[in-house]
């Protein structure tokens, strides 16, 4: 069935975030610098005064100093831990300031449309871009209303893009639509395709196909099957020679593709080596050894049955 690809609203884990824009940060990693140099001394002097409380006490014990002097030494203390923690609330506050100058996605997706251009004047709320979520997406396409009842949701479906030739992408059917397309007498069908990478995006042409039960399905391997341009062909031995044989492929099963048209099924199939022959080449058919170990010939069987000096 032709369709095409598009997103739609649906709960999934946000991936990696990325970047999508960057504000002027020279200021802010400057201004930085300096309330962490601040934070530092508050450190250093906090330390001081800790030595010194240290060795008021000392001295209190030896009737050296009053107790005045000794509460006003802890009273030194309490403001040096309230000038690191103000330095310190400085600090992060201004890395969290330049963490807001870096614009990173909250979805896995692609921008659709910017809306800022670098030099504008922003203020916060306004918006930059709009993103669409494209690490799942959805090919829909329409089946008539004589094989609808055929599709069934949660079944498997293979996804071919025009823009990747020779190649599916695995899916589900995620929602037969209840929705009559009149004109074509058909119904709406959603494919659900995880996209990792971000390489599908909406608008690109597919083709959706169908997995169901086959009966009295030709398969082979896909290992016969060769590809030039947008035709699928074998190599099938007739005669002495090579025949090139175009089919029609449907769906893969496993390691092997089922051919609709283009073998009966009674031709012999080039599987190994096709790669390197051209139609008209020359070949002889042999019988390959069963599989498994080798086995020896039966004379050399008989000789190693028999006893050392006979």
């Not at 824009?21 to 508050?42: F, G, K, P, S, T």
């Not at 922003?122 to 494209?134: F, Q």
């Not at 058919?285 to 086995?295: N, R």
Request: charged share 25%.
């Amino acid at each position: 069935m032709d369709g095409g690809i598009r997103t739609d609203s649906i709960a999934i884990t946000p991936a990696t975030l990325k970047l999508i824009a960057e504000i002027d940060d020279a200021n802010h990693r400057l201004a930085l610098v300096e309330l962490r140099a601040a934070r530092q001394r508050a450190r250093a002097t906090l330390s001081e005064e800790q030595r010194a409380w240290k060795r008021a006490q000392e001295l209190f014990e030896q009737n050296i100093i009053s107790e005045g002097d000794l509460v006003a030494r802890r009273a030194a203390i309490e403001r040096a831990q309230a000038d690191v923690a103000e330095a310190g609330a400085r600090v992060e506050r201004a890395e969290s300031d330049l963490a807001e100058l870096r614009i990173v996605a909250p979805i896995p997706g692609v921008v659709t449309e910017q809306l800022a251009y670098a030099g504008e004047f922003l203020e916060r709320g306004d918006y930059l871009a709009t993103m669409k979520r494209i690490d799942l997406v959805f090919a829909v396409c329409t089946v008539n209303e004589r094989h609808i009842a055929k599709i069934q949701e949660g079944a498997p479906a293979l996804v071919e893009v025009t823009g990747f030739p020779g190649r599916s992408f695995e899916g589900l059917v995620w929602k037969v639509v209840p929705d009559v397309v009149v004109s074509s007498r058909s119904f709406p069908i959603k494919v659900l395709l995880p996209n990792p990478d971000l390489i599908l995006t909406p608008g690109m042409s597919a083709r959706v196909s169908f997995i169901r039960a086959l009966e009295d399905a030709l398969l082979i391997s896909k290992d016969a099957v060769l590809q030039d341009g947008d035709e699928h062909y074998v190599l099938v031995v007739e005669g002495e020679t090579a025949t090139r044989r175009p089919v029609e492929l449907g769906a893969a099963i496993d390691d092997r593709w089922h051919v609709r048209s283009g073998l009966d099924g009674s031709e012999s199939v080039i599987v190994a080596g096709n790669e390197d022959l051209d139609a008209g080449t020359a070949v002889q058919v042999v019988e390959l050894p069963p599989p498994g170990p080798p086995t020896l010939p039966d004379a050399l069987k008989a000789d190693r049955a028999a006893p050392a000096g006979s």
